[in-house]
């Protein structure tokens, strides 16, 4: 049974870069794709994008020109950057990794930009 | 983007009852489409995947159907384990998009 778990910062300031890392256990991270998410109440549910096993990579088109998405196949985990954060990315956010859905989640990780 | 649009946004439901939900999406998305439920401070839980497949260890109360443009989700006999938040979503073509969610709640 494959388990995510997010770490990271949960308060950043307007401006800097939020990171973020997923660490991935009961499973090799050298398959499948590895996804984020956000959730925030104005918003919903926002798919920010996904690394593919192989490194390819595919991100939302409305943060695109902010969003990093890495794997760190030594470490089994994946982490994501999102650079010139403002409120609207205040957001719990989600690794989860796509097999036939979105099958496995992490816990969430709520991070606040303020400052 | 590919909107996802879910209806009803709410509904009030008892124990036993059967409860429909309907995602429409802009566009044909075949059967590349998801369901998840989500209970607050939880993250969301794949129930129903390529539109009809039940994920393993889900009940058999939980069906989902349809394909193109209207797709549904069905809870026979709802349980009160059920109560919560439902939410489409298509991976048909990137951005991946999801519904606004259905809340069911007690009547």
């Known amino acids: 049974q494959v388990q995510l778990q997010e770490s990271g910062p949960g308060l950043v300031k307007p401006s800097e870069t939020l990171s973020l890392t997923c660490n991935v256990s009961?499973?090799?991270?050298?398959?499948?794709?590895w996804s984020w998410i956000r959730q925030s109440p104005g918003k919903g549910l926002e798919w920010i994008g996904y690394?593919?096993?192989?490194?390819?990579?595919n991100y939302n088109p409305s943060l695109k020109s902010r969003v990093t998405i890495s794997l760190d196949r030594s470490k089994n985990q994946y982490s994501l950057k999102l650079s010139s954060v403002t409120a609207a990315d205040t957001a719990v956010y989600y690794c989860?990794?796509?097999?036939?859905?979105?099958?496995?989640w992490g816990q969430g990780t709520l991070v606040t930009v303020s400052s | 983007d590919i909107q996802m649009t879910q209806s009803p946004s709410s509904l009030s439901a008892s124990v036993g009852d059967r409860v429909t939900i309907t995602c429409r999406a802009s566009?044909?998305?075949?059967?590349?489409l998801n369901w998840y439920q989500q209970k607050p401070g939880k993250a969301p839980k794949l129930l129903i995947y390529?539109?009809?497949s039940l994920q393993s260890g889900v009940p058999s109360r939980f069906s989902g159907s349809g394909s193109g443009t209207d797709l549904t989700l069905t809870i026979n006999s709802l349980q009160p384990e059920d109560f919560a938040t439902y939410y489409c979503?298509?991976?048909?073509?990137?951005?991946?998009?999801f519904g606004q969610g259905t809340k069911v709640d007690v009547k």
């Open positions: 009961g499973g090799s991270i050298s398959s499948y794709y």
């Open positions: 989860a990794t796509a097999v036939a859905g979105l099958d496995y």
């Open positions: 979503q298509q991976s048909y073509s990137t951005p991946w998009t």
């Open positions: 566009q044909s998305i075949s059967t590349y």
């Open positions: 390529a539109a009809s």
């Open positions: 690394i593919y096993y192989s490194g390819s990579t």
